[in-house]
């Protein structure tokens, strides 16, 4: 987009009637695209063009930003800090994930490995490229769902909060295993995970197997769910030291003190 600082006002009733009309962003750039196609002879056509591209380009981005509010991703870690070398995940199995083609086939992904070895870090990175990507997410935690599907329960309305959470096309459920999960949680995760079934891309990270589930879980929610979970995923074992532990005994985990 070329700028001209010295682009006069839009006139008062063509930015009244761009207000009315709700095109927050064309009206924005429409003073300097006005200006530059003056100056330059624009087409007609092409005026009108650019403009309701800077309409579209501003409500994609406002949707994705509102995505991505509406997530609850938990710390904003995106591919830029990823380090693809520190990680145990093949490189190749880093990247055939990357593309997101096996969410539109509506497959799962498994993480499991040792605290610290970058499993929320990656499919983190993965939901920030999915909405980039104008996919929807929702993030949980196991304990975060569990509260969730019991509020539903409990009013009454758990048929809808389910039907609401397997309308996005990745949900995530972040750090299974990390407490002790009781019947509520089961009954958690087994409903979202057969709603999905299928339909719908689940992702989950933990420190244990999901075929070690029924370990901390009741066995037969947990062997039911990981059954329709495990059927068409994708299962990487993650393996080292923590990098949190790593980054912290290096002294990179803050910045100087001055």
Do not use: C
Not at 40 to 55: G, K, Y
Not at 191 to 209: D, G, L, M
Not at 214 to 224: E, G, N, S, V, W
């Amino acid at each position: 987009m070329i700028t001209d600082t010295t682009a006069p006002a839009l006139p008062e009733a063509l930015d009244a009637a761009l207000r009315r009309m709700r095109l927050p962003y064309l009206r924005q750039a429409a003073p300097d695209v006005l200006a530059t196609a003056r100056a330059q002879r624009w087409d007609p056509a092409e005026v009108v063009r650019v403009l309701l591209a800077e309409e579209i380009r501003g409500r994609d981005q406002a949707t994705r930003t509102s995505r991505r509010k509406l997530a609850g991703l938990p710390a904003g870690k995106t591919f830029q800090a990823w380090r693809e070398s520190d990680s145990s995940i093949p490189p190749a199995t880093q990247s055939g994930l990357a593309t997101l083609e096996w969410i539109g086939r509506h497959e799962n992904l498994a993480i499991a490995g040792p605290s610290g070895t970058g499993k929320t870090h990656f499919v983190e990175a993965l939901a920030h490229k999915a909405i980039d990507q104008d996919l929807k997410v929702a993030w949980f935690t196991l304990e975060s769902l569990t509260a969730q599907i019991t509020r539903a329960n409990a009013d009454g309305s758990i048929a809808r909060t389910v039907a609401r959470i397997t309308r996005a096309d990745l949900v995530v459920i972040d750090d299974i295993g990390m407490l002790p999960a009781g019947q509520a949680a089961a009954e958690a995760f087994y409903r979202v995970v057969e709603a999905a079934y299928e339909r719908r891309s689940i992702a989950v990270t933990s420190n244990i197997h999901p075929s070690g589930f029924d370990a901390i879980m009741p066995k037969t929610l947990a062997t039911a769910a990981v059954d329709r979970l495990l059927h068409h995923a994708h299962v990487i074992i993650t393996e080292g030291n923590s990098l949190r532990l790593s980054e912290a005994v290096a002294g990179r985990g803050v910045m100087p003190l001055t």
